[in-house]
């Protein structure tokens, strides 16, 4: 990979667990990475993995309309306040129950986290 290629982390946000997965700009393949706890943790990985954007997904409700989630709305403030870098929101209608779907009968929750991060990530790089 070249030294000046974008990397990018795709999130999927809940109260329990936080999705997370990884792409690059050479590539365009989002990959499921990992779950954790917090903002924390997630800024832990901004660093280690020394990401350029980040791609969160948007809560929103089947109509379309924003989901009033004051939770989730702190979590992106905070991200945005001490991150420093590009944070981008993307609609992630549906993506935890297609996660669902790619993750067969015995399916565990973090590894649906990472797999909605997943498509939240890659439906992003399709777009840009």
């Known amino acids: 990979m070249s030294d000046n290629a974008k990397k990018y982390l795709g999130i999927d946000w809940g109260t329990k667990r936080i999705g997370l997965a ?32 980040v791609v969160v997904g948007s809560p929103k409700k089947m109509s ?18 001490k991150s420093g870098i590009e944070v981008e929101l993307l609609d992630e209608r549906l993506s935890s129950l297609a996660a669902d779907a ?5 399916r565990d929750k973090a590894g649906r986290d990472e797999i909605a991060a997943t498509l939240i990530l890659q439906d992003y790089l399709d777009k840009n």
Do not use: C, H, M
Not at 28 to 53: G, H, R
Not at 65 to 81: G, M
């Open 64 to 81: 379309g309309e924003e989901a009033n989630n004051k939770e989730w709305e702190f979590f992106v403030k905070q991200l945005k306040e």
């Open 22 to 53: 990884l792409a690059d700009e050479e590539t365009s393949l989002a990959l499921p990475y990992k779950t954790v706890a917090n903002i924390s943790e997630v800024l832990f990985e901004i660093k280690e993995e020394d990401i350029d954007v």
């Open 102 to 106: 790619l993750s067969g009968e015995d």
